[in-house]
């Protein structure tokens, strides 16, 4: 197999939170090639569990990027330079579904689309939720937001009937599933 390894970038956009740069590459036999990479500060998923486990609590809120609404886990970026994960986790929720999470759990982590960006993305289900009084949300889209209990034993079918179609929150139900189901709201 061939090595790889970044050699130059040059800026070539900056827009808000993301810069689109192109990134020259050298392989071990002397080629180079470059390859646009859209660079992103990551970001945040977390599947709240309601206290009985059965069911996650998502959101419905207006995509721009697909021209309408989306069901999704609440979710954010990783925006506040020297945050934690957790903490802007927490954060999130918060700010989504106004309830600050008793115990959150790391479930996993990944690369939403590592061919073109590099967005790094921490997955937590959240956990003896606590309800907080007074408005919630910062944007305009999150103070539009819907909240929506879905059963646990409704995914398989709302992920083939394309009700769910965002990859975070597809991940998100299924592992917050398999870690219900295995036991995990237990405190441990």
């Known amino acids: 197999m061939t090595d790889f390894r970044v ?15 192109d990134v020259e590459v050298a392989a ?10 859209v660079r992103h500060p990551g970001a945040v998923v977390v599947v709240p569990i309601t206290d009985d486990g059965a069911h ?16 999704e886990v609440p979710a954010g ?13 927490a954060r999130e ?13 790391p479930l996993c982590e990944f690369y939403n689309s590592p061919g073109f960006c590099d967005e790094y993305t921490h997955l937590y289900c959240a956990l003896e939720l606590v309800p907080l009084a007074g408005a919630r949300g910062v944007t ?10 879905v059963s646990f ?32 709201l237990e405190a441990t």
């Open 140 to 149: 305009a889209e999150e103070a539009a937001m819907t909240i929506e209990a």
């Open 28 to 37: 071990d036999d002397g080629s180079t090639f470059t390859r646009a990479v």
């Open 93 to 105: 929720l918060e700010e989504e579904i106004g309830y600050r999470p008793g115990r959150l759990v």
């Open 7 to 21: 050699v130059g970038s040059t800026t070539r956009h900056v827009a808000s939170f993301l810069e689109v740069t």
């Open 77 to 89: 970026k990783r925006d506040v330079p020297g945050e934690p994960p957790e903490a802007t986790a």
């Open 153 to 184: 034993d409704a995914v398989d079918e709302l992920v083939a009937s394309r009700a769910i179609v965002d990859a975070k929150t597809i991940i998100g139900l299924l592992l917050a599933r398999r870690f219900v189901a295995a036991g995990g």
């Open 56 to 71: 996650a609590l998502l959101v419905r809120q207006f995509r721009a990027a697909t021209g309408g609404a989306l069901l």
